[in-house]
């Protein structure tokens, strides 16, 4: 089922990861189906943006990882603006702090569970309060904190995984961290549909707050995020954007050389 839902959808590649381009409707859609189908195995979601790209442009491993995923969407003005230079204006900005509580609010009432992996002891406890007072419509099957230092804290967080037996499993671990963690251990859960949130369990414990909703609109909330936390984030977008931008550009001449546009 769910080769023939890919072939009707656009791709767009950008420093070497494929990323799907679809509405926020039709991405509901896409997690809904993968948690119906029946498969053996986890199903993988990556969400990347600019940084995660610069990331993946310096590690080819890392490339290889984000490209494993049933489904990687795109995240911010940087990768619409790396798409925009294909010819290709992307339908939605699929962060994956929004596309969570659109799965959730969409799907409320279907009888579907979730698992909640990531963050510290008190910030996914926290997190994990807010989702069940705010996402009524899912079961919450349990939540683990993020800090798997050893082989046997790893084994004990998965077997509390398949145990509680979700539908989805929200991994909040950071990149690229998360992404290896799933690639790594994919075969091992027993969970329909796994996505590396990111930083989303910090927005629901209120760690850090959201951007305006106008920023957000504008593609801008890097600045808000930079804003908040000046010392953490300043190498990430006031080095790393510049960065970004100079790999799209080349990248681009590059293809326009290959297709024999530039001598």
Not at 9 to 36: F, K, N, P, W, Y
């Amino acid at each position: 089922m769910i080769q023939a839902i890919e072939e009707q959808d656009q791709r767009v590649r950008i420093l070497g990861v494929e990323i799907t381009d679809v509405s926020v409707e039709r991405a509901v859609d896409i997690l809904e189906r993968m948690i119906q189908d029946d498969c053996d195995g986890a199903r993988s979601v990556y969400f990347v943006n600019a940084h995660t790209l610069n990331l993946a442009k310096a590690d080819a491993a890392y490339c290889d990882t984000l490209n494993s995923a049933d489904y990687v969407f795109g995240d911010g003005t940087g990768v619409r603006w790396g798409a925009r230079l294909q010819g290709v204006r992307l339908r939605d900005n699929l962060v994956g702090t929004d596309l969570t509580p659109a799965l959730f609010t969409m799907t409320a009432g279907r009888g579907y569970s979730y698992f909640m992996l990531g963050s510290d002891q008190a910030t996914i406890e926290s997190a994990a309060r807010y989702a069940q007072a705010n996402f009524g419509g899912w079961r919450q099957a349990g939540c683990h904190h993020g800090y798997l230092t050893s082989e046997e804290l790893t084994d004990q967080a998965i077997d509390q995984i398949n145990d509680a037996g979700p539908d989805v499993l929200l991994v909040g671990m950071g990149n690229p961290l998360q992404e290896r963690w799933i690639a790594q251990h994919k075969a091992r859960i027993r969970v329909p549909v796994v996505m590396g949130i990111g930083g989303l369990f910090d927005y629901w414990a209120d760690n850090v707050s959201r951007a305006p909703l106008w920023l957000r609109k504008a593609g801008h909330e890097w600045l808000w995020r930079l804003y908040q936390q000046p010392r953490d984030k300043a190498h990430r977008y006031l080095i790393g954007n510049p960065l970004y931008l100079y790999h799209i550009l080349c990248e681009q001449l590059e293809s326009r050389r290959q297709e024999g546009k530039l001598v």
